[in-house]
């Protein structure tokens, strides 16, 4: 996930017996099913498991020949001895050299483990080399004559082995098999079980511009010189890249740093620095390390640079510092402020101390990511680090608090403890993403942070979950592209949802013992997802409730999707019945689902619901996977169900109960939590795209936002009432839309003006307002927004920073050339990375076809535009609608330059795929992208291709069940008097 994703963010392995595991459940999970299996179903779950035995047995019978002495009846580790379903059977692998490669699993076998690195490492920035010297410490768990371990586009130059008392093991056969990026070392003794041994390998790599691996970034000092820096991006898979190592979460150990570096750099490493000498008959000096904790590969960092830094230290004396270049430096204090507060709260929330003696914050001028939560050393893109109070935006500034508390939340979820395998990844990130809300709240409670996570997290997880190409929390992966592909919306969103959702019920002061116990039994360690349900169901019981965590968690994490909850309210009467809620009607097959064996998709669904008669009291019933029936008092006139939207579902009334909803909102719509109001929007406008309700629900309901003043409802609003402008784009409603909805927001936007002041939401509103007045074409709203920036760019009159983004789209929108290569010009030159991002986003609102087209390409020139910054260039371009067609064929064109950029186990591919194709509406271009990627090996964006596809085909529905009562609808009340009451 990565920061172009500010607006929208963002971006199982079964063991042999997980068959029968899930059989087993499904029964369990029927509606009025009771806690045993049928005999038919005992019969399948003894079959199935059976199954499962034979296959796992002839994938390690295949596997075993060419390793003879490699044992494999150890404990086996999550995820290790299992294939997800559809993985194609292991064919022979074949090593660099034409012999066969023994080991035929992706994954490492697990008959050694590694328990200390000590790693000495000479990059050499000019020469775009490293050198490095490693020696492993190694444990066999089981006798073994081979090593398998990771190594990626290394020269292995060096390889020796030792015993404990030093005598060397021969090491006989030593082969490379980069389809999996793995060494083998074949050895001419049996490594004896509970012994340790010394491996050493010498090895070369390159040190090129990138980003993953140890890689090479640079940025231009305040002379215009340009500086190099080297640091690195391990996550998921490129630890192998910088050094061989045995790269998989579960594989913890020790590491120990020693690297050279010019006497003008300094080096960084996760723990302090021990030492600096200087090499003998050399400029060059030596830094090394401490020893750090038992930790991961993938949160190892090392960095070489010639930054400045600011420092602070916790009241536990933590040194806490952030790095950035000098030019910057400046715009490092609230981001100190911040990590230095939200690392004190998440000591005293989580009970477990920080660790680690130091934590180091560095900006990275090229990082694919939006920031990386290595032990100690968090990197991060430039704008999710550096804020300046003249020049950045509220919503720039709430970045970077959110990413910095989201990546210290990883210092204990995630590094502290690890998730065992990958596919529990949204342990990490669903964590992390929940935790962020509430370590940015505590250190900025003016922002609501909770009203927030709806728009921010709720939202866009419900958006995608509510596609047949989801998939669920958990998903088995394996290969570094599948991993890369997770790192999506459902991890993190929907991760961070679910989460937020136990919070409610269980309340934050039980997750919190839960969450304290979880972090202490696994410390240094690693957990699986059943591990924290364990942990809760301790903390339940302990204070007396006998909640079934993990029945209940599970009907969230193993199945794709969420329920959509039907209601009726009758004489006081209400029934609610569930069932997964799919918004493309089209049948097409899930491709995830694991052979049939789910839970029914069905969901215990904490079913909140608030009332006429009391509307600030929430009352709860559990719908245990069925459907009830409940009694309220007969003078009940509305209902609102899912109080807050804490519960991750959706709700959809009878005719009756919309219209009394829609009724309170016209009447009084404050009696209505601002989530609330919120939640209801995006019920009515997803299920009017469903087809589920009819289309003047959601236009009569909005009929209210004329007196909404506050962000979220109108956040959410605005972002549906848009998706209808695109999707009307080419249809004669296209105008009446933006009048329409420029009537909703005229009285909004006349009351909220062109100052920038008020409080945190306030400032949020209000540039999204005004962004909207220029959409709807607005005259004095363009006319404004055109002064300003006139008075920006020829009397360099600043603009206030929550007015940037309107006023510069628009100068670029209507402006001429130069205006544009004003922009472009600032881009080059700003040293304020808020004030780059904004330049990226302006320049992409050109109506210049010419001007257009140079900006895409200059996305295939990573000296113009850097490659981190390409997803921002092509999303923006998409969203304009004169440069749609644009971006769309550039991606064509350029295929091959874009997936070899981006195509490598990188989460990006998934991203532009999705944003260049997202605003298609037709069934012509369906079949254009289609046809384009038929064949077409896309890696790890398979599944958002996927995602991408099911996206049109919805925008295809769209306008078969909604186009003509949308005209309609429109027609009717703009042709009705727009300044008095509208008959609706
Ligand atoms: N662990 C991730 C970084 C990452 C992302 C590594 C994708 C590999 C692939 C990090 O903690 C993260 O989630 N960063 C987010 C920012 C966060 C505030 C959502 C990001 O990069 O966008
Ligand atoms: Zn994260």
Same mark, same amino acid.
């Not at 100190?336 to 000591?347: C, D, K, S, V």
């Not at 204990?412 to 502290?416: A, E, K, Q, T």
């Given at each position: 996930m990565s920061d172009h994703d500010v607006d929208d963010i963002a971006f199982l392995t079964g063991s042999p017996n997980e068959s029968g595991f899930m059989v087993n459940k499904r029964a369990m999970y029927e509606p009025g099913a009771v806690m045993v299996c049928s005999q038919k179903r005992a019969c399948c779950v003894v079959t199935l498991s059976f199954v499962a035995i034979i296959a796992v047995a002839l994938i390690v019978a295949f596997t075993k020949p060419g390793c003879p002495e490699a044992t494999y009846t150890g404990e086996p580790i999550p995820g290790l001895s299992s294939r997800p379903t559809n993985s194609p059977p292991p064919t022979v692998p074949t090593a660099t050299n034409g012999e066969e490669f023994p080991w035929a699993d992706v994954r490492l076998p697990f008959h050694v483990r590694p328990l200390f690195y000590d790693i000495l490492i000479h990059p050499n920035i000019t020469k775009r080399h490293v050198r490095?010297?490693?020696?492993?410490?190694?444990?066999?768990?089981?006798?073994?004559?081979?090593i398998i371990i990771h190594g990626h586009q290394l020269k292995i130059s060096n390889y020796t082995l030792h015993n404990k008392y030093g005598s060397q093991i021969h090491i006989e056969k030593f082969l490379e098999y980069p389809p999996h990026q793995q060494l083998y070392l074949g050895l001419s003794e049996i490594l004896r079980r509970g012994s340790n041994y010394t491996l050493r390998v010498g090895f070369e790599g390159k040190l090129k511009e990138g980003l993953e691996g140890f890689y090479l970034s640079s940025y231009i000092t305040a002379e215009g010189e340009k500086r190099y820096i080297a640091t690195t991006h391990f996550e998921p898979t490129s630890a192998r890249a910088a050094f061989p190592c045995f790269d998989e979460p579960h594989l913890k150990a020790k590491f120990r740093l020693k690297i050279y570096r010019e006497p003008s750099q300094f080096t960084l490493f996760n723990m302090p620095l021990k030492s600096s000498v200087q090499v003998p008959n050399s400029e060059l000096m030596i830094d090394e390390f401490q020893e750090s904790k038992d930790m991961s590969t993938y949160l190892v960092a090392f960095i070489v640079c010639d930054y400045d830094k600011v420092t602070n230290f916790t009241d536990n004396k933590v040194a806490v510092s952030v790095y950035a270049p000098p030019t910057m430096i400046s715009q490092a204090n609230y981001a100190?402020?911040?990590?230095?507060?939200?690392?004190?709260?998440?000591?005293s929330f989580f009970g477990v101390a920080y660790p680690l003696p130091k934590q180091d914050l560095i900006a990275i001028p090229d990082f694919g990511a939006g920031a990386m939560e290595n032990w100690g050393l968090i990197t991060y893109r430039e704008t999710a680090l550096m804020y300046d109070p003249v020049h950045t935006s509220s919503q720039a500034q709430q970045r970077v608090a959110v990413v910095i508390a989201h990546e210290l939340a990883h210092q204990?979820?995630?590094?502290?403890v690890t998730m065992s395998w990958w596919s529990d990844l949204w342990l990490n990130e669903g964590f992390a993403s929940f935790m962020e809300s509430l370590g940015t709240n505590d250190a900025e409670p003016g922002?609501?942070?909770?009203?927030?996570?709806l728009v921010e997290k709720m939202h866009p997880a419900l958006a995608l979950d509510a596609l047949v190409a989801s998939h669920p929390i958990s998903t088995p992966v394996?290969?570094?592209?599948?991993?890369?592909?997770?790192?999506d919306t459902i991890s993190y969103n929907k991760?961070?949802?679910?989460?937020?959702?136990?919070?409610?019920?269980?309340?934050?002061?039980?997750?919190?013992?839960g969450l304290r116990l979880y972090l202490e039994a696994h410390e240094y360690g690693n957990a699986e997802t059943d591990d924290l349900w364990d942990a809760l169901t301790k903390i339940t019981k302990k204070h007396g409730h006998f909640l079934d965590i993990k029945g209940i968690m599970d009907t969230w994490t193993l199945q794709a999707g969420f329920p959509l909850i039907s209601v009726t309210l009758q004489d006081g009467h209400v029934t609610a019945s569930q069932a997964r809620f799919l918004v493309c009607e089209e049948n097409v097959t899930d491709p995830n689902e694991p052979l049939n064996i789910t839970m029914g998709y069905k969901w215990h669904v904490p079913l909140t619901y608030s009332t006429s008669l009391s509307p600030n009291k929430s009352e709860i019933y559990w719908m245990n996977l069925t459907d009830i029936e409940f009694l309220v008092p007969r003078e009940v006139e509305w209902i609102k169900f899912n109080v807050g939207q804490r519960g991750f579902y959706r709700v959809t009334y009878d005719d009756a109960g919309w219209n009394a909803l829609i009724n309170v909102l016209l009447t009084n719509h404050e009696v209505l939590l601002p989530a609330d109001r919120a939640s209801l929007i995006d019920d009515a406008f997803t299920l009017v795209k469903a087809g589920t309700i009819n289309a003047t629900v959601a236009l009569k309901l909005s009929l209210y936002l004329s007196n909404e003043t506050r962000y979220i409802p109108w956040h959410t609003a605005l972002r549906h009432l848009f998706s209808w402008v695109d999707?009307?784009?080419?249809? #004669?409603?296209?105008?009446?839309?933006?009048?329409?909805?420029s009537t909703l927001i005229n009285p909004q936007y006349e009351r909220i003006g062109w100052n920038d002041t008020g409080h945190h939401l306030e400032r949020l509103l209000r540039s999204k307002l005004l962004m909207a007045a220029v959409n709807c074409g607005n005259v004095n709203a363009i006319r404004e927004a055109q002064r300003q920036f006139s008075a920006w760019r020829s009397k360099n009159e600043a603009v206030p920073p929550n007015i940037r983004s309107v006023v510069y789209n628009t100068g670029v929108r209507y402006g001429t050339e130069e205006d544009w290569r004003h922009c472009w010009h600032v881009y080059n030159s700003s040293t304020i990375p808020s004030e780059k991002r904004l330049m990226l986003e302006a320049m992409a609102q050109t109506r210049d076809p010419w001007l257009m087209q140079q900006y895409l390409e200059y996305t295939l020139d990573s000296s113009k535009i850097r490659p981190q910054d390409v997803m921002t260039v092509l999303k923006e371009v998409s969203r304009? #609608?004169?440069?749609?067609?644009?971006?769309?064929?550039?991606?064509?064109?350029?295929?091959?330059?874009?997936?070899?950029?981006?195509?490598?186990g990188s989460f990006t591919i998934g991203a532009i795929i999705k944003a260049v194709t997202s605003p298609f509406t037709s069934s012509f271009d369906l079949g254009e992208v289609e046809s384009f990627f038929d064949g077409v090996d896309i890696g790890p964006g398979e599944r958002a291709l996927a995602q991408a596809l099911e996206t049109i085909r919805l925008h295809i529905q769209w306008h078969q069940h909604n186009l003509d009562d949308v005209t309609q609808w429109l027609d009717m009340y703009l042709s009705k008097d727009t300044t008095g009451n509208h008959e609706s």
């Open positions: 490095g010297n490693l020696t492993i410490k190694l444990t066999a768990i089981e006798e073994t004559r081979a100190l402020r911040m990590a230095t507060h939200i690392l004190e709260f998440y000591e204990w979820f995630g590094n502290l922002w609501v942070m909770q009203e927030q996570f394996t290969d570094p592209a599948q991993i890369e592909s997770i790192f991760g961070a949802s679910i989460i937020s959702m136990l919070e409610y019920f269980l309340g934050r002061d039980l997750l919190k013992e999707l009307l784009f080419n249809y #004669p409603a296209h105008k009446n839309m933006l009048e329409f909805i304009n #609608p004169g440069g749609r067609v644009s971006a769309w064929r550039m991606v064509r064109q350029h295929w091959p330059q874009i997936s070899q950029l981006f195509g490598h």
